[in-house]
Nanobody
Framework: QVQLVESGGGLVQAGCSLRLSCAAS????????MGWFRQAPGKEREFVTA????????YYPDSVKGRFTISRDNAKNTVYLQMNSLKPEDTAVYYC??????????????????WGQGTQVTVSS
């Protein structure tokens, strides 16, 4: 059973940066796509970004493209989310996710096999 633990959330002003980390235990992430989702109060959980198991491909919706960067360090069994130029609309609980199958893709909620507990990101204007 894999455990995903996020860290790095907090309260920042608009325009600032945060770096989230997701440390996995119980299973190597090396053959799994990894991703981040977020959920704001009263809204559905939405896809933020994903990185393929190989690390070659990354995916971003237009809302975060150019501002957020996902990366992975398989040796540390950790995934990162660098968030720059944060906006108040980025305020949400951010969840780390592992793909459901080895060597598979992760592009939306259906592709998620495991979730972290979430970390709060609050961006003030």
């Amino acid at each position: 059973q894999v455990q995903l633990v996020e860290s790095g959330g907090g309260l920042v002003q608009a325009g600032c940066s945060l770096r989230l980390s997701c440390a996995a235990s119980g299973r190597s992430i090396s053959q799994y796509a990894m991703g981040w989702f977020r959920q704001a109060p009263g809204k559905e959980r939405e896809f933020v970004t994903a990185i393929s198991w190989s690390g070659i491909s990354t995916y971003y919706p237009d809302s975060v493209k150019g501002r957020f960067t996902i990366s992975r360090d398989n040796a540390k069994n950790t995934v990162y989310l660098q968030m720059n130029s944060l906006k108040p609309e980025d305020t949400a609980v951010y969840y780390c996710a592992m793909g459901a199958s080895r060597l598979g893709a992760l592009r939306d909620l259906r592709g998620v096999g495991s979730w972290g507990q979430g970390t709060q990101v609050t961006v003030s204007s």
